[in-house]
């Protein structure tokens, strides 16, 4: 009788166990974050496009683990997110970004010590207008994305049924994107999945946190958005404009309960491991 009662149970509330699809419908031209994510309790899958990269992340939240797949070049790479090796790596990236910084200014030192030396006249233009070295860093075309300010309005808005706050990006200077930022706690999906992917969303951001003692000598710090962290919500809605103004697209997030093969959460077969000493050599 009791085993009787808990199958009626599953089979009266199938949403409770349901996994979660998240995908966006897009009009027009309007890049995303992500293509689609999936979730299964605490797998986490995100496939997205980066600068014409096709790549996916697989979070394993009970292995604390990361898994990314370059699929163009059939290869992944695992790295360990619990908190000792995201402490860890905070503190290589701190160590890495004070050893640029003393190599600058002595980079400086030499310039400015040839400037000295150099008879007068001859150097003198040029010793005048001696840029600084960590300007000309942040000033490489390879490390100069564009400066980005996201400002929050005190517009509300409300899709697929959760409650969001509406922001604007600018880029440069330019506005580029309305966004509706929502916090990814209030999705109306199953429990454990909404557990599973708000902490695949705040570990992979802590993750990429953990680099800007170094990152941050090769651009300029982007302006903080005022009154609201964006960093670990979802867009949920943007619009994007072109350089004029006019509006050139949309996305909406659409929200379904599918369920999702364990294999996607899986490294597909023939994938060889990434190794780091070869990607640096290419």
């Known amino acids: 009788m009791k085993s009787m009662l808990v199958a009626g149970c599953l089979l ?10 998240l995908r966006y419908r897009i009009e027009g031209s309007c890049p995303t974050q992500f293509d689609v994510v999936q979730v299964s309790g605490s797998q986490v899958r995100i496939d997205m496009r980066a600068t014409e990269t096709n790549m996916t992340a697989l979070f394993d939240g009970s292995e604390d683990l990361v898994t990314y797949l370059m699929h163009d070049q059939h290869r992944y790479q695992q790295i360990e997110v619990d908190e000792d090796a995201l402490d860890y790596t905070t503190d290589v990236a701190n160590s890495t970004g004070t050893y640029i910084d003393k190599q600058m200014q ?4 030499m310039l400015q010590q040839q400037c000295a030396q150099a008879p007068k006249g001859r150097a003198g ?14 000033m490489l075309p390879a490390a100069a994305p564009p400066k980005v300010e996201l400002r929050v309005t ?14 604007e990006r600018w880029e440069n200077g330019v506005r580029a994107q309305e966004e509706c930022h929502a916090d990814p706690a209030t999705l109306a999906i199953a429990e454990p999945d909404r557990r599973g992917l708000v902490r695949g969303i705040k570990v992979m951001q802590r ?8 990152t941050s000598r090769f651009k300029a710090a982007d302006a903080p958005p005022a009154g609201a962290n964006p960093a670990q919500s979802l867009i949920m809605s943007q619009v994007c404009y072109a350089p004029d103004g006019s509006q050139r697209g949309s996305a909406t997030l659409v929200v379904g309960t599918p369920a ?14 990434f190794n780091m000493q ?4 290419q």
């Open 106 to 109: 002595k980079m400086q030192g």
């Open 207 to 214: 993750y990429g946190d953990s680099f800007k003692g170094m």
């Open 278 to 281: 070869e990607g640096l050599q």
């Open 12 to 21: 009266l509330s199938p949403v409770a166990f349901a996994d979660a699809e």
């Open 154 to 167: 005190d517009r509300q808005a409300t899709v697929a049924g959760v409650a969001c706050s509406v922001a």
């Open 125 to 138: 233009g040029v010793c005048a207008n001696m840029p600084d070295m960590k300007q000309m860093m942040q």
């Open 260 to 273: 999702v093969p364990a294999t996607r959460f899986e490294i597909p077969a023939g994938y060889q491991r």
